[in-house]
């Protein structure tokens, strides 16, 4: 799999493996890829390409998922072999001014 960072306009490969995810009862063999998204607090697809992909519904067949500091997007079941595009946004913590933290 490649992802693609739009910072940088460039492709890379990212590391991929199919594990057993127990938080996953319903499908639990998912095709798991690392995203990179150093200092993220959280992460989620904004968009599927083609959309009327109907065998890749969200929250059921992908989604993003965090593990440790760690984030990845899996794929499972008949998703898993679909050739799609994923956008995927990395949320980063928002500093707040010390005026207002209190």
């Not at 199919?18 to 697809?45: F, M, N």
């Not at 968009?47 to 059921?60: A, D, G, L, M, V």
């Amino acid at each position: 799999m490649q992802i693609i960072d739009k910072r940088m306009e460039k492709r890379r490969e990212t590391t991929c493996e199919e594990r057993i995810e127990k938080s996953l009862p319903e499908t639990p063999l998912i095709h798991d890829c690392e995203i990179s998204c150093p200092g993220a607090d959280r992460d989620s697809v904004i968009s599927k390409t083609p959309s009327n992909n109907h065998k890749c519904i969200r929250y059921y067949s992908y989604d993003t998922l965090q593990i440790g500091n760690k984030w990845s997007i899996w794929r499972s079941g008949v998703c898993a072999n679909q050739t799609i595009t994923l956008e995927v946004h990395c949320g980063f913590p928002e500093k707040v001014p010390a005026r207002l933290s209190n």
